[in-house]
C-alpha cells in the first residue's frame, strides 16, 4: 500500500494502570481497506510478545479496535483490550514464557502499530504503516514504595498516595517465590497499603521454613504502619499463598483479617505441617507438562489434612478457574462450602467460579500462559496450569472487577462488615 | 504541602467552618470518620489536552466538601484551585458530573480544577504558568477537604489526597535539539516508521525557547520544531532575517520523516505575524497550511524585525495602563491603517488560514486585524482560504486547553520588568482554549493528514 500520507494510529489513554481500558485507534486509511493491528511488547528477560488482530476500515478510512470487529489473529471480535491480552510469545521464543513484571517503578511499554493487509507472521520483517508507544504501569502517581526488612519478615510495602490512614493488605504469592510487588503496587493505586510478602526463595519451595508466625508478623506490620487502619487489614493469596490466606483466617489466635481475597487456591493442608507434596499421583500429558491437579484428589475426608476453615471469622471470595490444571481449587471450593456451612458461617462465603479458566488468575488484560517454566527442586520443568485465552482473559477482567468491589466493601464501607458480598 | 498522619493516628479529625447562610453565623463543626474518603483520577496520566474525571467516594451522603488543586510550578511558585461540592445520597462526589457551588470556579466543570488555577495568595506578582521541561510531567495534586473552605488550604489536612500526571510530550516522541544552519530550536518527530506532516512552531514577543507546543503537536502526529528566534526578555535585540525563517522551515521540511509537501506554520502573538509574513511574502518555501492565534497583520512592508519594532516603538505614545499600572498595547496600532505598506500583503497568500483571536485581548486588537485581512482576501479572491474563530471574553494568551489563565503577567520589555495585560475572563478563556484547540487539531488534520482537497474551507 503506496500512501504520501501515512494513517495516524492512537492509543488513549496512551499512559495508563494496567488494569484502566484503552482505545486504539487508527484513522486517514483508505476505506474499506484490511489491515492488521499490532502489538509488540519487549520483557524484562527480553522476550518478545505479540498479538495481532484482522480489521477493515470503515467508509471514513477509520478502525476503532474498541467498537470494531476482528476477523482473525490472536484474538477476534470485538475486544478493546485483545492487543494485550491475547499476546504471546513471538515464533523462535523459548518455551514456557510467563510475563511477570518486575520494576513496578517503570511502566511496561508496548508497541502498537498498523500495518497493510491482513498479515499472519513475520510482523519484524515488515514496516507498519504507523506505529505508536503505549505505557503500562502497575504503579500510580504518589503511591510509595518501601522496602521492609525488619522482625525477620522480607517484603516490599506500597503506601497509597494522601494523608491516609488507609485500610491494609497483605499479599502473598503462590509456590514460585521470590518477591513480586506488583499487584501490591496495584491495589496500592486503588487506595490500600499493601504488603508484598516474600516468604521463600524463588524456586526454592522445599526451603520454605517459615514459621505461621511469620506471616503473623507481617501482618501486623501492616497493621501498625502509622497509615493503616488496624482494623481494617486484609489478606490476598494467590495459589500456595491463597492457603496460607485460608490457614491464618482459619488458625491463627494472634491476627484478625478484616476480609480474605483468595484465588486459585484450597484447604488442604495436613494439619501442622507445611510440606506437600504425593509424588507418584503426579501425572503428565502428551507434552510433558506436569499436572498436579490430580495430586491431592479426591478431596479428603479427613478433617486432619484440611484447614479447620469452620473456624474462619471474616468474609472470603474465593476466584477460581473450573480448568485449573494444577490444583482442584473448584473442588476445594466445594468442600471449603460444605465445612463453612456446617459451622455456620456459609453466609462469609463468597465464590466465583469462571469456565476455562486456569490457575493463573491474575490482574486483567495480562496475557494468558497455559503452561510453563517452573523451577521444582532446583529442576526446570513445565507446569499446566489451564485454562484457555479467551475465557481466562475474561475471567481476569471480570474477577478483578468483583475483587476490587469485595475489598471497597469490607475495606472501606462502613456498613456490617460481615454481609455476603 | 501535605502532612501525613503520625504516630497511633487511626482517624481524621478536622475541624471546619459551616457556613449558615441563613443567620449569617459560622458554625463549628466536626467529622470525625474512621475511614476516609477515597478520591480518584482517571485516567491519572495524561496528556495536558486530555480530560480527567475526579471522582470521590465512601463519604457521608449530603456532606458539603471541597475538591483543591495544587501544582508546585518550576519556578516554586504555588498555584492552586477548589470547588465546592456536595456528596450525592452514596457519598460520592463527581467532579465530571456534579455541580461546584463556589470555588475558583462554579457550575459543572469536568476541568475546573485545572484551567481555573491560580497562584495561591502571598505569591509573586504577574505570574504565568509555563512548562520548560516537556520531558517529565506536570504533578498536581488533588485532594478533597471536609467543608466548604475558601482559605488557608496549606493549615489544613484533607480527607485524601491524591496525585496526577499531566505530560505535554506522549511516549515515543523523540525530542531533537536543532542546531544546524543558523537556526536554534527543538523539534519533536512523532513514534513510529513516518513519514508525519511537518510543522514550524513560533511564539511570540517574550523570546526565548518554549517546546511544549510542539511536544504536544508531536504527540498528535506532526513533526513540529518549536523556534528560537530571539533571546528571552530581548525584543529589541531580535536581528534575524526572513531567510532566518525559511531556513528553519526548510530544516523540518528536509527531515527524512517529514512529507516535503505537507509542513504548515504555527504562531501566537508575534509568531503568528511571523507565521502571516511567510506565507504572503516568502518565494523559497510553500507552507500547506497556517494557525494564526492571536496575531495580526500589521508589518511594513521591506522591514526586517528590527524595523518592525522601531515601527511598533514609534506608537509608543499611544501606550495606556490600566488602574493597576498595566500596560495596554492594544491601541499602540489602532486604528488599522489604511496604507497598504503597513500592512503584510495578504492576499498573495495561497494556502488556508485559521485565525483564532479573543475579542478581549488587550495586548493586539487582533480581531480588528483579523476583520481587515478578510477584506483584504476578500479583494485578492482569496476569501475562501480564510477561517476566523473569535472568542468573546478571552485574551490574547490562548494556550493548549486546561493551562491557568493569566489576565495579566510580567513580561520584559527592554530589559525592563513590566506587567502586560493580556485580557480575557478567566471561564470565557478557559472554553476558548479548550474550543480553539479542537478546532485547531480539525484545521491541521484535514489540511496536513487528509487527501481531499487542500484549499478547500475548512
Request: proline letters at 7%; one cysteine or more.
Amino acid at each position: 500500500m503506496h500512501r504520501a500520507v501515512p494513517p495516524v494510529i492512537s492509543v488513549t489513554p496512551s499512559r495508563a494502570l494496567v488494569d484502566e481500558t484503552f482505545r486504539v485507534a487508527v484513522q486517514n486509511l483508505p476505506p474499506g481497506s484490511p489491515v492488521t493491528l499490532h502489538s509488540l511488547h519487549r520483557s524484562e528477560d527480553e522476550d518478545l510478545w505479540e498479538a495481532f488482530g484482522h480489521y477493515v476500515s470503515d467508509s471514513r478510512g477509520t478502525v476503532s479496535v474498541a467498537d470494531d470487529f476482528s476477523f482473525g489473529g490472536t484474538y477476534t471480535g470485538k475486544e478493546a483490550m485483545g492487543l494485550l491480552w491475547s499476546m504471546s510469545p513471538v515464533p523462535g521464543s523459548r518455551e514456557g514464557l510467563r510475563l511477570r513484571k518486575k520494576n513496578v517503578c517503570i511502566p511496561q511499554l508496548v508497541n502498537i502499530s498498523v500495518y497493510g493487509g491482513h498479515v499472519e507472521e513475520g510482523f519484524g520483517e515488515r514496516l507498519p504503516l504507523a506505529s505508536t508507544l503505549t505505557e503500562r504501569w502497575h504503579l500510580g502517581p504518589g503511591v510509595r514504595r518501601i522496602e521492609i526488612s525488619e522482625r525477620g519478615v522480607r517484603g516490599t510495602l506500597f503506601i497509597p498516595p494522601g494523608p491516609g490512614p488507609f485500610p491494609g493488605m497483605l499479599d502473598m504469592w503462590g509456590g514460585g517465590g521470590g518477591l513480586l510487588e506488583y499487584r501490591s503496587a496495584l491495589l496500592a493505586s486503588h487506595g490500600y497499603a499493601s504488603l508484598a510478602l516474600e516468604y521463600f526463595t524463588a524456586g526454592e519451595l522445599k526451603s520454605a521454613d517459615k514459621e505461621f508466625s511469620y506471616f503473623e508478623t507481617a501482618f501486623n506490620i501492616v497493621r501498625e504502619h502509622p497509615q493503616v487502619i488496624p482494623d481494617r487489614v486484609g489478606l490476598f493469596g494467590l495459589s500456595l499463598g491463597s492457603l496460607m490466606a485460608s490457614y491464618l483466617a482459619a488458625e491463627s489466635s494472634v491476627i484478625e483479617p478484616r476480609c480474605c481475597v483468595c484465588v486459585s487456591g484450597g484447604h488442604l493442608y495436613p494439619r501442622g505441617v507445611f510440606c506437600y507434596f504425593c509424588r507418584h499421583k503426579l501425572r503428565v500429558d502428551e507434552h510433558n507438562r506436569e499436572i498436579w491437579r490430580s495430586i491431592n484428589l479426591p478431596i479428603p475426608e479427613d478433617l486432619s489434612q484440611k484447614l479447620d476453615v469452620g473456624k474462619i471469622n471474616c468474609p472470603m471470595l474465593l476466584v477460581n478457574g473450573i480448568d485449573d490444571q494444577n490444583w482442584p481449587t473448584v473442588e476445594c471450593a466445594e468442600d471449603m462450602a460444605h465445612m463453612m456451612r456446617a459451622a455456620g458461617k456459609e453466609h462469609l462465603l463468597t465464590r466465583i467460579e469462571y469456565p476455562d479458566a486456569g490457575h493463573l488468575i491474575e490482574p486483567p488484560y495480562s496475557p494468558h500462559s497455559r503452561a510453563t517454566k517452573f523451577i521444582k527442586d532446583g529442576v526446570t520443568v513445565i507446569l499446566l496450569w489451564g485454562g484457555q485465552t479467551k475465557p481466562h482473559a475474561d475471567a481476569q477482567e471480570d474477577s478483578w472487577r468483583n475483587i476490587l468491589a469485595f475489598l471497597q466493601k469490607h475495606l472501606y464501607c462502613t456498613q456490617n462488615p460481615k454481609a455476603k458480598m
